[in-house]
């Protein structure tokens, strides 16, 4: 994957797939520790210790559409690459968390993407799944949407529909817009 956003993008799918009512996403950047980071917490179905030391590997996938997993262990050499790292944490019948940080400055580190059309399409397509995504530049400035709040506020209206979409794409880009000041990472 060639964007940092494809990997979140990658994980939080992977949330969702595990019949996961919520999933939160954390996505950090502190300039004075050098990192990029983004961690994935769910409430899905969880993995044991087993599983979650497979996943690690290329050649292991739940999926039966195919033999290999790729997305953790491209995730692991993304990050590693950069000087960063990924740590993973499960239990079974009680979710996964996922994170990964990247060295912010290294010349290794992917571009971070299209990060707000990437939470845009997690919340649009996914309307059952209740998303939290929180953007911090830290000690600067920070942005959060819950899609709970959202169905609260809109009483039944669905978020698919199109002046709902419309107005969660502009709040979204202009959050992340906001805590990026402008700037393409």
Known sequence: MQEISMHLLDIAQN????????????????EEKDTMSFTIEDNGKGMDE??????????????TTRKVGLGIPMLISTAEMTG????????????TTV???FGLSNVDR?????????????????????????FEKVGKERFSID???????????PLS?????????????????????????
């Open 84 to 95: 960063g790292f990924v740590e993973l944490s499960s239990k079974k019948g009680n979710g």
């Open 110 to 134: 992917p571009p971070l993407g299209d990060l707000a059309g990437t939470v845009l399409t997690l919340i649009y397509v996914n309307e059952k799944t209740d998303i939290r995504f929180f």
């Open 50 to 63: 087993k599983t979650l030391e497979e996943i690690k590997s290329p050649f292991f996938t739940s999926r």
């Open 161 to 185: 529909e199109p002046s709902v979409m419309s107005f969660i794409k502009d709040y979204i880009y202009e959050g992340v817009k906001l805590v990026n000041n402008g700037g393409v990472l």
């Open 147 to 157: 899609t709970r709040e959202i169905k609260k506020a809109l009483d039944g209206v």
């Open 15 to 30: 949330s969702i797939a595990a019949n996961s009512s919520f999933v939160d996403i954390f996505f950090i950047i502190d």
């Open 99 to 101: 994170k990964a940080v």
